[in-house]
């Protein structure tokens, strides 16, 4: 009887710290891809990425230029230790001249100034530029609104149909990070070059 109650309560004290030890894997696993798909080299600034991590499963989400990459990304992301399974959401942009000359023409004019030349001379430019059918988002983080306002005009005026502007300033993607944290029921995290 004795034993039966020392039993319980060591395994009630082990499922406790294994969820407060799941907690911290969650975060230290959504990092883990997140530098992972940093680290793959064909991802660019044409590329956008999201990652939601709930419970070993991560979850990919957003828009590359090419069929490869989102096999690739999906194939890296299922070899981190930790991660139980793969959804991969990741949509393939279509193929289209008017959208490739767009990307380069916005990222001429948007790192060609003398305001985002630190940001050009990165890894992994901060600034990601996403074009679909002339349309174009602008996703990332940067420092400042000044930042993005400047960002958003660069990329206005190119030939465009639309410019969005879904860039977060750095206080913006420590907020959201934050409210994650301590938001249950999995870990989201957008793949930002700047993300610390």
Not at 65 to 84: H, N, Q, W, Y
Not at 115 to 124: G, T
Not at 146 to 173: I, M
């Amino acid at each position: 009887m004795i034993a039966r109650i020392v039993s319980a309560v060591v395994l009630v004290a082990l499922s406790a710290a294994a969820g407060s030890a799941q907690t911290v894997t969650r975060e230290a696993l959504t990092d883990a891809v997140t530098r992972s798909i940093n680290g793959y080299s064909r991802f660019t600034i044409f590329d956008d990425i999201s990652v939601q991590v709930d419970e070993g499963a991560v979850t990919l989400r957003g828009k590359v230029t090419m069929p490869f990459k989102r096999s690739d990304l999906g194939e890296r992301v299922a070899l981190i230790e930790g991660v139980r399974a793969v959804r991969n959401e990741i949509e393939v942009l279509p193929v289209s001249i008017h959208d490739e000359t767009l990307r380069r023409k916005i990222a001429r004019a948007i790192y060609g100034n003398p305001a985002f030349w630190r940001y050009a001379a990165m890894p992994n430019p901060p600034i990601h530029i996403v074009v679909e059918n002339g349309r174009v988002t602008l996703t990332g983080v940067v420092p400042t609104e000044v930042d993005r306002a400047l960002a958003r005009s660069l990329a206005t005026g190119q030939g465009e149909f639309a410019v969005v502007s879904s860039l977060r300033t750095d206080a913006e993607a420590r907020l959201e990070r934050d409210v994650i944290k301590g938001a249950e029921g999995g870990s989201l995290k957008r793949v930002d070059a700047t993300m610390r």
